[in-house]
């Protein structure tokens, strides 16, 4: 009841904040659930309509029924009125759900009769498919839960990582990473200078850059934890590519590449034929 009741101010509120939207279908156990939407809603708009459903929560509204002869004339008292146009038809009799004065809709389910005993709500996961928007949602002490387990989460990592700000380190380190995976590269690149083999961690990292790589070599071979790459200006990998294929190498085999995952213990196979 909790959930179906949120589901409800949720979509007001999406409403509210000028979108036209279509609850296609809601799954609801008592503190949790999904809600399909379309179409693709942008996320900043879900935070704001998150918020606004806590507000209504904390406010404390009536959640009151109604009945009418048809939905015709629940819509002339009610021009605002949600309903399913999939499921409902002008003649039929309509049970409407209204929510203080923030939300009408047609509706046979059950409901909280008062917004306050919602406690919470909050969104778990947003997933797009096609032109849906996929929510997650927790209410009640479940949510309160998840805000504060998420909130100690992101403490534990303001400590781990010395910031204040968790997003700028994060980012700062990503952006290391790459030049760091970009130094690398180049020492690789320098070393296959001298020399036709180097072991890495993962060859398949260096895959892209093959075609400069063996521009000044007849024949590369970079051997990787657990994949390989054995490249060659000519096509004469025929004795490697077979052995490759025997040995079930997962990825690309051509006479003049070899490239993809192996075992280690294969891998040593497949390095003594050179
Ligand atoms: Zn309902």
Redesign the pocket.
Known sequence: MKA??A??IFARSLQNLGLQIFVRKAEEKEDEGIIYIQPKIDKNYLIKAENNVNQIIFKGLEVKEEQFESLKEAIEKYPNIRYNWQRLEENQKTRV?KIGDFDV?A???E?ETNTFSLKFFTIKNVNYKGEETIIDFLVGENAIDFVLENKNKYLDLEYTLHTQDVIKNITNLKQENEKLKKENERLIKEVLLHTNKVIVENAMDYIKSIPEMIKNKDKIIIVGNNDIIIASKENNLIKESSLAKELGLKGIIKENLIAGKLDPDKISKLLNLN
């Open positions: 179906h009741t589901v409800h759900i809709a509706c046979a389910r409901h």
